[in-house]
């Protein structure tokens, strides 16, 4: 993304939270973001992850210019190619783990004509992938926090998406807990070669991280590694 700006309309002025940001996320690259709270972590996230739709400068996912693609375009991007794990992992707490990390597979099954037995198979190596077999048919509200977490990240993987975006996916997790999601999350990113974006108050995850930057009056500045 290059020259992105980015305004929320509020009932007062409008608050403009991305001046002029430019950000290139190679394949295989891990970048965290960091900054303080209301810096416009999220709001990046969000729209590296075409959620939503940059107010100015140009936007562009795997060499297609994404700037003023539709709703549809945008939502099959995602649906293939990326993949999300937020803060508090968003599981559909009426399916299982296993029916969880099948979901995304299952929705984008008429474009990746992955067949059933695929999709199950896929499913039961994301589980092996994040130790957690023996908790296949468990209920979100019957896994430790860690547990939820890392069925997010297995989720989030599950159509092998060539981005990753994960904001604050340990700010939820005790310190033990958290050293456990962020090593899967590099890992996985490091053997799929998947691209990561992430957002983290967690210095120690964005140092496992190929860069990182500092959302600075809505643009990024480069912290020596
Ligand atoms: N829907 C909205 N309408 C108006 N302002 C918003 C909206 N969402 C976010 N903001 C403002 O935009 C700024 C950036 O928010 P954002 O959520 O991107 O911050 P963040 O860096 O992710 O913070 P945190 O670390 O707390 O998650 C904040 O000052 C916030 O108040
Ligand atoms: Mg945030």
């Not at 690259?29 to 303080?36: H, T």
């Not at 990046?44 to 959620?51: D, K, S």
């Amino acid at each position: 993304m290059s020259g992105v700006h980015y305004v929320y309309a509020t009932s007062s002025e409008p608050l403009p939270v991305l001046k002029n940001l430019n950000l290139t996320l190679n394949q295989g690259e891990s970048v965290a973001l960091i900054g303080p709270s209301g810096c416009g972590k999220s709001t990046l996230l969000h729209l590296a992850g075409l959620l939503d739709t940059i107010h100015g400068g140009e936007l562009s996912f795997k060499g297609l210019n994404m700037t003023k693609a539709s709703s549809e375009q945008r939502s099959k991007q995602r649906l293939t190619g990326m993949g999300f794990v937020y803060q508090y992992h968003h599981l559909l707490s009426e399916f299982t783990a296993i029916e969880n990390i099948m979901m995304p597979m299952w929705i984008a099954q008429p474009v990746s004509q992955l067949s059933s037995s695929d999709i199950v198979k896929r499913a039961s190596e994301l589980l092996d992938l994040i130790n957690l077999q023996d908790r296949s048919h468990h209920y979100p509200s019957q896994l430790s926090g860690g547990q939820q977490q890392r069925v997010a990240v297995a989720r989030a993987l599950a159509n092998r998406p060539e981005l990753i975006i994960a904001d604050e996916p340990t700010g939820n997790l005790d310190p033990e807990r958290a050293d456990d999601v962020a090593n899967l999350l590099i890992n996985t990113v490091k053997n799929q070669e998947s691209s990561l974006l992430m957002a983290t108050h967690n210095l120690n995850l964005a140092k496992m991280c190929n860069s990182t930057y500092r959302v600075e009056k809505g643009a990024l500045v480069k912290e020596n590694s």
